[in-house]
């Protein structure tokens, strides 16, 4: 079963704009990582948080962590039509050696 | 450094076969983990290897199996296949950082 869930489902955007997508879940975790997959490809690795820090940055991508209301956030400024794609966080669960994922949002850029 | 890779990348079965993916990890990577994924359940944990013993196994039926080698490459046996078995299935290494870097997956469609 998925740990946590996704929101929104599905997010479509103008190129240039900003995405931001959100996660949730539901236990303790050691990191949380965020990916992304085009059409059924394998999963590219975005970004790492781990479970003490509260924010991160890489490129044009900003992620939030709070532990507190077991959620996370994913912002992608300055959009492009490459970033389409789907996004999935996971997360790795303390004691377990494995990831969790959400089911994932659905980011369409329009040119 | 090479990324992670799956062999073969498609297959095609029938009910009641049986089929050994394979997957080689990121050099120094000495975990190997492996997932389902499927439009229904979405990316689901199947097990995880370290040092060539089993760490941790999903939900998964015993029909799903695996093993991994002193050189940490990995591999995943479905045996008596059935239809529901058709999914993407993903590689991933995890490196001493605990980012999990996944293979672009090895598609199985059972007829």
């Known amino acids: 079963s998925q740990q946590g869930e996704e929101d929104p489902q599905a997010l479509s955007i103008q190129e240039g704009e900003n995405a931001t997508m959100n996660c949730s879940y539901k236990?303790?975790?050691?990191?949380l990582q965020w990916y992304r997959q085009n059409s059924g490809r394998g999963l590219v690795h975005l970004i790492l948080i781990r479970s003490n820090e509260r924010e991160k940055h890489s490129g044009r991508l900003r992620v939030t962590l709070d532990t507190s209301k077991k959620s996370s956030s994913l912002l992608i400024t300055a959009s492009r039509a490459a970033d389409t794609a789907s996004y999935f966080c996971?997360?790795?669960?303390?004691?377990?050696?494995?990831?969790?994922f959400g089911q994932g949002t659905r980011l369409t850029i329009n040119p | 450094k090479a990324g992670v890779t799956q062999t073969p990348r498609y297959l095609i079965k029938t009910r009641g076969q049986q089929v050994t993916l394979s997957c080689s990890p990121i050099s120094g990577h000495r975990s190997v983990s492996w997932y389902q994924q499927t439009p229904g359940q979405g990316l689901q944990f199947l097990f995880e290897?370290?040092?060539?013993?089993?760490?941790n196994k999903g939900n998964f039926p015993g029909r799903f199996s695996g093993r991994q080698f002193s050189n940490s490459r990995s591999e995943m046996n479905v045996s008596t296949l059935e239809l529901g078995d058709s999914a993407l299935y993903l590689c991933a290494s995890r490196s001493g950082y605990n980012e999990q870097f996944f293979g672009p997956g090895t598609r199985l469609t059972v007829l």
């Open positions: 290897y370290f040092s060539e013993t089993q760490r």
């Open positions: 236990t303790s975790i050691n990191n």
């Open positions: 996971a997360t790795d669960v303390q004691g377990a050696q494995k990831l969790v």
